[in-house]
């Protein structure tokens, strides 16, 4: 991990780090890489954000390199676990055991930051 965020941790990426500013600015509580355990499979979301006030987990996994087919092909299968473990996505109105938000990179490589700061503003209304 080469990235250092605003709150001095180091992440995997550049969007990452854009994601973990706009968290942290906004006050929203949230744990990188912190490892989820279900059914004896443990996976490492990108960021875990509880909220205290629904109490709801949000498993927010951002999407960097879609066009890597290895990388899609890992990514669909994490998606196909967090499915049949109960974290659906946000367009589906979440699941039992959490709600999954994904962004993704550009077909370029950039990340909208205001895309971002809208998400982090209506999710988790701050």
């Known amino acids: 991990m080469i990235h250092k965020t605003e709150r001095g941790e180091?992440?995997?990426?550049?969007?990452?780090?854009v994601i973990a500013n706009?968290?942290?600015?906004?006050?929203?509580?949230?744990?990188?890489?912190?490892?989820?355990?279900?059914?004896?499979?443990?996976?490492?979301?990108?960021?875990?954000i509880p909220d205290s006030d629904t109490g709801d987990t949000y498993y927010w996994e951002h999407l960097g390199?879609?066009?890597?087919?290895?990388?899609?092909?890992a990514w669909e299968e994490k998606r196909r676990w967090y499915e049949e473990h109960g974290i659906?996505?946000?367009?589906q109105g979440g699941g039992?055991?959490?709600i999954l938000i994904t962004t993704e990179d550009s077909a370029e490589g950039g990340?909208?930051?205001?895309?971002?700061?809208?998400?982090?503003?209506?999710?988790?209304?701050?």
């Open 10 to 17: 180091a992440v995997r990426s550049k969007s990452e780090v």
């Open 22 to 48: 706009i968290l942290h600015s906004s006050g929203v509580t949230y744990l990188y890489e912190a490892p989820l355990a279900l059914d004896g499979t443990v996976k490492f979301p990108d960021f875990t």
């Open 65 to 73: 390199m879609l066009t890597v087919p290895s990388y899609r092909q």
């Open 88 to 91: 659906l996505h946000i367009d």
């Open 96 to 98: 039992g055991n959490g």
């Open 111 to 126: 990340i909208d930051s205001e895309v971002i700061s809208r998400l982090v503003k209506e999710r988790f209304g701050v």
